[in-house]
């Protein structure tokens, strides 16, 4: 998507602390940190949001998340915990309409979210 801030960034051309790059998948430090560790993780592939993940996305949701737990590990969070999020539509805040996923960690966090 031409427009679409995230397949800039997935495409190389965007401006962005990129920490992870596979065919597939692309990790890069969210430029509003809400933790000491804040990773966005998103695919290549336009997705808008996960209302939108079909039955033939299931090995890059796999991807996904294990990426994740890798970064978790290289940032030192594996043992103290940390959190996976992605916000659908208005009500949860998505501000940004491609499929990402915030990997947070570094401080100990609330529940239930604000
Ligand atoms: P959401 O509100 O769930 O859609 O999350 C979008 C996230 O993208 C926010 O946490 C923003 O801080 C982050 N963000 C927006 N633009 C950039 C950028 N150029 N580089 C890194 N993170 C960004």
Do not use: Y
């Not at 890798?70 to 539509?89: E, F, P």
């Amino acid at each position: 998507m031409e427009d679409c801030l995230f397949c800039k960034i997935a495409s190389g051309a965007g401006d962005a602390d990129v920490v992870h790059v596979s065919d597939n998948v692309v990790a890069f430090r969210d430029i509003n940190p809400q933790a000491p560790v804040h990773i966005l993780l998103i695919p290549k592939e336009h997705i808008e949001s996960a209302r939108s993940v079909k039955d033939r996305h299931g090995d890059l949701l796999v991807e996904l998340f294990a990426t994740a737990a890798h970064l978790a590990k290289a940032n030192d969070v594996d043992r103290s915990g940390w959190r996976v999020v992605t916000n659908v539509g208005p009500d949860a805040g998505q501000s940004v309409h491609h499929l990402h996923f915030h990997l947070l960690g570094g401080r100990p966090m609330k529940w239930p979210p604000g």
